[in-house]
């Protein structure tokens, strides 16, 4: 069965850093790119990270790029997400997402507040 | 960026009816679109690959189609479980974009 479950998410202030991790098991998580997407309360989905499956090349959209960096550890089946410069409009539910989308972890809160 | 229009943003249906949700890609995404079922307070799952290709173990009642830029996810025979929000997202190109999002409700 294949499961990502994410951790790291908190209250932090504007401006802060944090870094979300997301452990997986039930797969060859060496043979996905994985990916990050978030969701504001209430709000749409938006994809926020992408790695492909070696950790060689990072996708991100304008609004995080520069503060956020995916990165993941093959042998420990991790995937990461550093946030770096906090934003109150970082605030969202965070996903783990394998490659596009066909799994998802069960989210992990991230609040930017003072 | 590929912007997704999606249509309507809410609807309201019986059981046993059938519904379409509609996406209108800005550009060609060549059948590169996927379907998701949100529940309140759980994680987006995939319906839909490919514009047309039902994930493993989702009901046969949804299915997915397209014309030109407009995709379609059409629900047959509605039941209670179906109540949900659905969003399509486009990977033909970086950003994945998503569309804004359909809530279904059951009368």
């Known amino acids: 069965e294949v499961q990502l479950v994410e951790t790291g998410g908190g209250l932090v202030q504007p401006g802060r850093s944090l870094k979300l991790s997301c452990v997986a098991s039930g797969f060859t998580f060496n043979n996905y790119w994985m990916s990050w997407t978030r969701q504001a309360p209430g709000k749409g989905l938006e994809w926020v990270a992408s790695i492909t499956n070696s950790g060689g090349s990072t996708y991100y959209p304008d609004s995080v790029k520069g503060r956020f960096t995916i990165s993941r550890d093959n042998a420990q089946n991790t995937l990461y997400l550093q946030m770096n410069s906090l934003r109150s409009e970082d605030t969202a539910t965070y996903y783990c997402t394998r490659g596009g989308g066909d799994y998802w972890g069960q989210g992990v809160m991230v609040t930017v507040s003072s | 960026d590929i912007q997704m229009t999606q249509s309507p943003a809410s609807l309201s249906a019986s059981l046993g009816e059938t519904v379409t949700i509609e996406c209108l890609a800005s550009?060609?995404?060549?059948?590169?679109l996927a379907w998701y079922q949100q529940k309140p307070g759980k994680s987006p799952q995939l319906l839909i690959y490919d514009a047309s290709s039902l994930q493993d173990g989702v009901p046969s009642r949804f299915s997915g189609s397209e014309s030109g830029t407009q995709y379609s996810l059409e629900i047959n025979s509605l039941q209670s479980e179906d109540a949900a929000t659905y969003f399509c997202?486009?990977?033909?190109?970086?950003?994945?974009?998503f569309g804004g999002g359909t809530k279904l409700e059951l009368k």
């Open positions: 550009e060609d995404i060549y059948s590169n």
């Open positions: 997202q486009q990977h033909h190109d970086y950003p994945p974009t």
